[in-house]
């Protein structure tokens, strides 16, 4: 076999060819070719959630693909529970909160370590944007709150939801209820079985056994009533976040992932119906059923009126007089300043 010697002008040629494709492909990783996306570049992203509804806008961010397309890599990471995404994130193993994380959950992060959240989309409920209720077995004879007294309530985990849940029984006038803390995706089962008599419980959760027919809603928007006074009131029981170091080290990431966030908001706000389709995979709602949930409102940081800021201090402020919160926090504070 003959072998061919290479000379150094052939050498030299080869390598320019070389260099010329190195070039071309590096600058097809950055750009793209034409009609693929941006290359996703800077640190990933990692997002903690719950499963429930009031983290629409996030789930739909996700699979809009608003977040590819700002360039940004996030990981969304599932917890049984707030606390549990709050805690993700004071251990450095998240950097931010979906909507729907409880907002006292996040405060009680804050105040062990200050300065670590900043907030900035919350999902306002009452009984107009329902989020918060209280269900019953479907054939309950309960009426009102007051019928509860004496009874087995349960509760979403962690010290919000265990809160409010007492608070709400209290100034519903059911007097003497206990409450016990269940995972939210066990409450209709737990309801079915007569393992409790009540619930205070997040959508789906209302929805879910409406349509099984197994509960029924005693009262929605029950934090708006008992705990700020209004039905109409915006409770700020959920929000979005992201931590203060994220923020810092990445600022353009930052607010490139805070204004992907903000598209999906826009979404569910003018397409809350096509919008429903991502509760699946998310929560434990699929199919039809998604059509039935009822959606909370959002308020990105930006939007928040001097109102809105009271009706959130005052919900705070009720953590302060249980003794949750072992000193006022302000809510202002926490607020994300774009």
């Given at each position: ?14 390598r ?38 009031a983290?629409?806008?996030?789930y ?104 409010l ?48 027919g ?10 708006a009533?008992y ?22 080290k ?21 397409k ?16 039809a ?22 009706h ?27």
């Amino acid at each position: 076999m003959k072998h061919l010697s290479a000379t150094p002008s052939s050498v030299s040629a080869r390598r320019r060819q070389v260099l010329r494709l190195g070039a071309a492909g590096a600058a097809m990783g950055v750009l793209g070719a034409p009609g693929v996306l941006l290359a996703q570049s800077g640190p990933k992203i990692r997002i903690g959630y719950w499963p429930i509804a009031a983290g629409l806008p996030f789930y739909s961010a996700i699979e809009l693909g608003y977040f590819k397309e700002a360039g940004l890599d996030v990981e969304p990471l599932k917890f049984a529970g707030a606390q549990q995404v709050m805690e993700a994130v004071l251990s450095g193993r998240a950097d931010g909160t979906a909507n729907g994380t409880g907002s006292a959950n996040i405060a009680i992060g804050e105040i062990a370590q200050p300065g670590t959240f900043k907030i900035f989309c919350s999902n306002p409920s009452n009984v107009k944007h329902v989020l918060d209720e209280v269900i019953v077995p479907v054939a309950s004879p309960a009426k009102v709150m007051a019928d509860l007294k004496g009874k087995r309530i349960a509760s979403g985990p962690g010290i919000q939801n265990v809160t409010l849940a007492k608070t709400i029984l209290e100034r519903g006038g059911a007097t003497g209820a206990t409450v016990v803390e269940l995972p939210i995706g066990q409450h209709v089962a737990a309801l079915a079985a007569g393992q409790v008599d009540g619930a205070y419980t997040l959508e789906p959760t209302g929805t879910i056994g409406r349509m099984n027919g197994t509960t029924k809603v005693l009262e929605a928007g029950v934090i708006a009533k008992y705990v700020l006074g209004d039905p109409m009131a915006p409770w700020f029981g959920g929000s979005a976040s992201l931590s203060s170091d994220f923020i810092k080290k990445n600022p353009e990431a930052a607010k490139k992932f805070v204004a992907a966030y903000g598209k999906g908001v826009t979404y569910v706000r003018t397409k809350a119906t096509e919008a429903r389709q991502y509760l699946k995979g998310y929560t434990p709602i699929e199919g039809a059923l998604t059509g039935e949930v009822p959606l909370a409102a959002y308020t990105m940081y930006n939007e928040f009126t001097p109102a809105d800021v009271a009706h959130f201090q005052k919900f705070f402020d009720l953590f302060s007089e249980k003794g949750i919160f072992s000193s006022r926090l302000m809510v202002d504070s926490m607020l994300y300043k774009g």
